[in-house]
């Protein structure tokens, strides 16, 4: 179906706003589809408490690869009150549970996937529902850290989508666009697939969260 021009000038303004996805906005980091890509993702994916995550569990993820620590195999050399720490110094409030829960994580995913989140995905198989469940199997990974990694997964791997977080829903449908990710991809992001789909829920979280609103339909113009 074509877009019609709202659509497309909605398009535009929030891909102009937020041009890179959520995590690059937020964090300053882009993701990337490799092993060290992956593991920065889901240590800010463990602390996360929202889809959304919080500028403390921004800032703790942020502190953790200034001490190198930005790899399962780097990770995995340090102690619960080592990263406890770090994490508190960063400002986040729960520094404990975050780092028995990071250590938990990082030990899963050097024994059961070889130090490489790409091998969860090979795990998977292909297989959506498997692919969507395996990381709920990592500690630390509640329905909001799996949130904040499969937005973003699902650039590089089209499997794990299409995924909508609740922000990206509700600014969906707060814009006059498909809340459904299977017709924002079929019909908005077609033209540059799962990529453009992952920066598209990745910018209307963005407007939701900061509540942006009318700056997106100022800039519009709808």
Not at 180 to 202: I, K, N, Q, Y
Request: with cysteine; hydrophobic share 40%.
């Amino acid at each position: 179906m074509p877009m019609d021009e709202r659509t497309k000038a909605t398009v535009r303004a929030l891909l102009d706003r937020h041009p890179r996805g959520y995590v690059a906005e937020e964090t300053g980091f882009t993701v990337t589809a490799t092993a060290a890509g992956l593991f920065r993702l889901l240590c800010l994916s463990v602390p996360a408490d929202d889809p959304a995550p919080s500028r403390e569990a921004v800032e703790a993820t942020r502190a953790l690869p200034a001490r190198r620590w930005d790899s399962a195999p780097e990770m995995s050399k340090t102690g619960d009150r080592e990263r406890a720490e770090v994490i508190a110094q960063a400002g986040y409030r729960h520094a404990g549970r975050a780092a028995r829960l990071l250590g938990a994580a990082t030990r899963m995913v050097v024994h059961r996937y070889g130090a490489d989140l790409r091998n969860l995905r090979r795990a998977a198989g292909g297989d959506h529902g498997r692919l969507v469940d395996l990381p709920a199997e990592i500690p630390g990974m509640d329905e909001a850290g799996r949130a904040v990694f499969l937005r973003e997964a699902q650039m590089f791997w089209p499997e794990a989508g299409p995924f909508m977080d609740r922000h990206a829903v509700r600014a969906a449908e707060r814009l006059h666009l498909p809340s459904d990710g299977g017709t924002l991809l079929r019909d908005v992001a077609r033209g540059g697939g799962h990529e453009e789909l992952s920066w598209l829920v990745g910018a209307l979280a963005l407007v939701d969260v900061h509540n942006v609103y009318d700056r997106i339909r100022t800039s519009a113009r709808v």
